[in-house]
Each structure stands twice: as structure tokens, then as C-alpha cells.
């Protein structure tokens, strides 16, 4: 089962990036290409359900499987990055963090109006950056058709704040 061979690759970090969190740390798993391809293949045969037109990747590691993922659906990636770092014209949105605020942004034409967008990272916790990314899709008049995790932390209740922008949201393991 995909989930065991996750779970067996994760790494914990304890206390990081402060103290009393325990990190799941998703590197060893890129360590094990044939484990990776298990991944992307399984991220794949949820997400062909969706009929997307574009996958989102939110920085830094919806950048590791994102691409993959929309390569296997023969749609666009579109990179949502933090604030500063996209070299044409953006949109930004701003969301608040339980240390401080941070801002995403994407380019300004990086969805048609009514394209149906696939938001993709690798963990969900809390789903403060995913709501952000949403409501960044959002600005540019295009749909969010659904959700792609790795792993999602349900103890954090994040895909409560999901639900008002899509009913899809996949995980492949949660916690």
C-alpha cells in the first residue's frame, strides 16, 4: 500500500522550525525514485477524476510533485510563489500565519477566466497558505476544482477551510 510505504519514508523533525512542532520532513521520500513514481501515479489516478484544465503548485514543495502531476494530465503548471520572486506582472494575496503574515503571489495571466485549477502541494496542516492560493485562483475568475496532498495533518482541521472553495480534497495519507 502506497500509504505504509509513505509513512515508512517520512522523517520526523522534532522542534522544527520551533520548538514543540514536529516537522514531517517528505525528503527521504525523493531519496526512493521508484517510491516517487508510486507517489506521482497515485496523486495522478485521483486527480483524472477532476477534469482539470491547470495544476497549481505552491512553493517550495507543491514544486516537487505538481509538475509531475500536471504532466501526467497534460495540463499547464502554474508555480504560486512567495512574494518577490515571479519576474512578470503578479497578483498577491496576503494571509495571516500563528508567527507573523506571509504573501503568495502568481502571474497575472497565469488562469483563464472559468479554467478549472487543481491546487497542489505536499502537506496540508493548518490550510492558511492553501486558502490564500485559492483565493489568489479566485482572483484571476478562474475555478477551483479541487485539492492534491501527500500528506494532510487532520488533526489541524485544515480541510475545514477548504470546503467553501472545493468538496475535493486528496490525500494520499493523513495524520
Known sequence: M????IRAALRDVHDFPKPGIVFKDITPILK???LCARINEALFSEARKLDVDVVAGIESRGFLFGP???QSLAVP??????SGKLPYTTVE???DLEYGSATIECHADAFEPGQKVLIHDDLLATGGTVVAASQLVAKLQAVVAGYSFVIALD????RD???PYADEIHALISF
Not at 502506497?2 to 510505504?5: G, H, L, Q, S, V
Not at 503548471?77 to 512567495?82: A, C, D, S, W
Open 2 to 5: 502506497i500509504e505504509n510505504a
Open 32 to 34: 526512493d525514485p521508484v
Open 68 to 70: 509531475a502531476l500536471a
Open 77 to 82: 503548471f502554474v508555480p504560486i510563489r512567495k
Open 93 to 95: 494575496q496576503s494571509y
Open 155 to 158: 488533526f489541524l482541521n485544515g
Open 161 to 163: 477551510k477548504l470546503k
